[in-house]
């Protein structure tokens, strides 16, 4: 048999792959289709039970957080321990955490009860006694010092006893408080202290003057805690009243107004900023 310079024997250790090549293998759509399924299953799992993205939409913890500040949470270290995840680090609040957490009184909208997401600082722990003397707030008989990224807000007029003092006066409707707060107020006032009861915890915004929080809707119940804010992942300068309407009209001018001015309105030294 002859052959030429360009013909090789199909045998020829030279006609072989060399060792090491990879031969390409074409994915079928069967398993491209599997691919992506397995990715959104990743994807929808640490968003459902390990992090949450969240946006700020009032100016309670200002200058902690911003209004357009979008958030970053971590649902699993102040989540309650689970035994299906045993390598997950676990703790409990404690005092000058910053939390996200179910409102514990439902809001009333279009007739339905509805339970929002808010963002506080954790005051009191399980067995605390508050109270506040012209605006300072009194933990277990010691002052403590205004949040470091306080914001000193002018307070409405008809806030202004309730903020300052308490729980000197009993919280009223009139004064934003909820029905079921106002009622159940009294029992936890010992000797002008306001007493955290088991379970549960006293949150109050770092914007204090200008802050719904625990001094007007109650304790909030350890269930209810969602997790702890990590960092500002984006930041859009914006008011309460662009997140205050959802109609679909204001929504949709609102997404073309971050389209056109997504460059110049977007605050980039909050980018990745921590929360503390």
Same mark, same amino acid.
């Given at each position: 048999?002859?052959?030429?310079?360009?013909?090789?024997?199909?045998?020829?250790?030279?006609?072989?792959?060399?060792?090491?090549?990879?031969?390409?293998?074409?994915?079928?759509?069967? =398993?491209?289709?599997?691919? &992506?399924?397995?990715? *959104? /299953? +990743?994807?929808?799992?640490?968003? #459902?039970?390990? %992090?949450?993205?969240?946006?700020?939409?009032?100016?309670?913890? =200002?200058?902690?957080?911003? &209004?357009?500040?979008? *958030? /970053? +949470?971590?649902?699993?270290?102040? #989540?309650?321990? %689970?035994?299906?995840?045993?390598?997950?680090?676990?703790?409990?609040?404690?005092?000058?955490?910053?939390?996200?957490?179910?409102?514990?009184?439902?809001?009333?909208?279009?007739?339905?009860?509805?339970?929002?997401?808010?963002?506080?600082?954790?005051?009191?722990?399980?067995?605390?006694?508050?109270?506040?003397?012209?605006?300072?707030?009194?933990?277990?008989?010691?002052?403590?010092?205004?949040?470091?990224?306080?914001?000193?807000?002018?307070?409405?007029?008809?806030?202004?006893?309730?903020?300052?003092?308490?729980?000197?006066?009993?919280?009223?409707?009139?004064?934003?408080?909820?029905e079921a707060w106002a009622v159940d107020f009294p029992n936890h006032v010992k000797?002008?202290?306001?007493?955290?009861?088991?379970?549960?915890?006293?949150?109050?915004?770092?914007?204090?003057?200008?802050?719904?929080?625990?001094?007007?809707?109650?304790?909030?119940?350890?269930?209810?805690?969602?997790?702890?804010?990590?960092?500002?992942?984006?930041?859009?300068?914006?008011?309460?009243?662009?997140?205050?309407?959802?109609?679909?009209?204001?929504?949709?001018?609102?997404?073309?107004?971050?389209?056109?001015?997504?460059?110049?309105d977007t605050r980039w030294k909050r980018t990745f900023h921590v929360i503390h």
């Amino acid at each position: 048999m002859t052959t030429t310079k360009n013909d090789v024997p199909e045998d020829s250790p030279s006609a072989r792959p060399a060792p090491g090549a990879e031969s390409r293998v074409d994915e079928t759509p069967l =398993e491209a289709l599997a691919s &992506i399924c397995s990715m *959104l /299953v +990743v994807v929808v799992f640490i968003y #459902a039970f390990m %992090a949450q993205n969240f946006v700020i939409p009032s100016g309670s913890m =200002e200058k902690t957080l911003l &209004i357009g500040d979008h *958030l /970053v +949470v971590d649902r699993i270290t102040l #989540a309650p321990p %689970a035994k299906w995840m045993p390598l997950a680090y676990y703790r409990e609040p404690r005092r000058g955490d910053v939390v996200v957490f179910i409102k514990p009184v439902a809001d009333v909208v279009g007739g339905k009860p509805v339970y929002q997401y808010l963002v506080k600082r954790l005051i009191g722990l399980p067995g605390d006694r508050i109270h506040l003397v012209k605006g300072v707030v009194y933990l277990n008989g010691v002052a403590q010092p205004a949040p470091a990224n306080g914001k000193t807000t002018d307070v409405p007029e008809y806030m202004q006893d309730f903020v300052d003092n308490f729980p000197s006066i009993p919280p009223t409707v009139d004064i934003g408080a909820t029905e079921a707060w106002a009622v159940d107020f009294p029992n936890h006032v010992k000797d002008g202290d306001i007493v955290v009861p088991a379970g549960e915890y006293f949150m109050m915004g770092d914007n204090r003057d200008f802050s719904l929080d625990s001094r007007y809707w109650g304790f909030v119940p350890r269930a209810n805690i969602v997790g702890r804010p990590l960092f500002n992942y984006w930041s859009f300068k914006a008011t309460e009243a662009d997140y205050d309407n959802t109609a679909p009209g204001a929504r949709l001018k609102w997404m073309g107004h971050v389209a056109l001015h997504f460059f110049s309105d977007t605050r980039w030294k909050r980018t990745f900023h921590v929360i503390h």
